[in-house]
């Protein structure tokens, strides 16, 4: 089993994974090794599982072999449809999945597509085969109803996201989200104990040191508010909060980066691990990001009803929990 390495690509030339590998791992490693260490969920980049072998690596980005295998990729059966009618869809996402596929790679086989689906390709596939066992239809015909995005969350966190069955319903739903008329919850598990308050800032694209994260000019970016109530202190000596944070607006790594800036990085966050240059040490050995889409509010399109979705966290994540309550 390899020990841990991590390397960061630079220049203009787009290796793939498996060249990248062999170039930058101690004692150049045959193709078959570097193989077995993808198809092992052994490599990840920025952070998050590679299983692709063709896939190609640009300026910046960071390549890490682990030294255990990462969680295995999700697949259709781990999204779960909490709601379908003739406007929306709402669906809860699983920790390690992409909500949409990038464009770029819009043009890859289904083969290829399915070594780690995305939400916007299982909901489709889930629905359609619902429809076709309802109708008798033969499953290899199944339709394909087709999805319009409205929003997206974090790939390592998991939780509730609703897709619009139309343009009408989707520009609909945006406006609400812009107009902050819809609500969106989550939990987040943090080290220590913080104040219930509401956190604005201006976020830029790069703080620094090549990630998102707040300035305080406030003459330039964009605005990014959070409000954040603690729901209960976990463990006897209150070594950790489970927080419920509140989006107003919906910046991208928004609760990420407020939580880190704080001195409070969310568990098993490996990105945002702090204030710029104050990395923090992750000491509870999460085996995922420990944030949560858990409450889901707007209103339909088409009946003006308001629609409100609540879903607790995982399994896994709630004997996690509970483990750090018991040991701490």
């Not at 030294?67 to 869809?89: F, G, N, R």
């Not at 308050?197 to 605005?223: A, C, H, K, N």
Request: hydrophobic share 35%.
């Amino acid at each position: 089993m390899p020990n841990i390495h991590t390397f960061e690509i630079t220049g203009d030339e787009k290796p793939t994974v498996v060249s990248a590998l062999r170039q930058h791992l101690p004692d150049t490693p045959s193709w078959s090794t570097v193989k077995k260490l993808l198809r092992g969920r052994f490599v990840a980049i920025g952070g998050v599982l590679c299983v692709d072998e063709a896939r190609r690596l640009g300026d910046g980005e960071v390549i890490t072999v682990v030294d255990q295998p990462l969680p295995p990729v999700p697949t259709d059966k781990d999204v779960s449809i909490a709601h379908v009618d003739s406007e929306v869809v709402v669906a809860e996402k699983p920790s390690g999945m992409i909500t949409l596929r990038r464009k770029p790679d819009a043009h890859w086989s289904w083969a290829r597509k399915n070594r780690q689906p995305t939400l916007d390709e299982c909901v489709p596939r889930i629905i359609g085969s619902h429809a076709a066992n309802k109708k008798k239809e033969n499953r290899n015909a199944v339709h394909l109803p087709r999805m319009f995005p409205i929003h997206r969350i974090d790939r390592d966190s998991s939780g509730l996201l609703v897709f619009a069955r139309n343009k009408e319903a989707q520009t609909n739903i945006i406006h609400q989200f812009a107009q902050h008329d819809a609500v969106r919850k989550y939990f987040a598990l943090v080290p220590g104990t913080i104040e219930d308050q509401t956190v604005t800032s201006q976020f830029i694209r790069d703080r620094g040191d090549g990630l998102r994260g707040s300035t305080t000019d406030t003459s330039i970016g964009e605005q990014a508010v959070t409000h954040f109530r603690t729901i209960r202190k976990i463990g006897s000596k209150f070594l950790y909060s489970e927080l419920e944070c509140t989006l107003e607006t919906g910046r991208t790594n928004q609760i990420r980066i407020h939580l880190a800036e704080l001195g409070h990085p969310i568990c098993g966050d490996i990105k945002y691990r702090g204030p710029l240059g104050q990395p923090i040490e992750d000491k509870s050995r999460a085996r995922r990001l420990a944030l949560h889409a858990a409450e889901l509010k707007f209103v339909n399109p088409m009946t003006k009803k308001l629609m409100a979705f609540k879903t607790p966290w995982p399994k896994n994540m709630l004997k996690f929990i509970e483990k750090l309550n018991s040991s701490g």
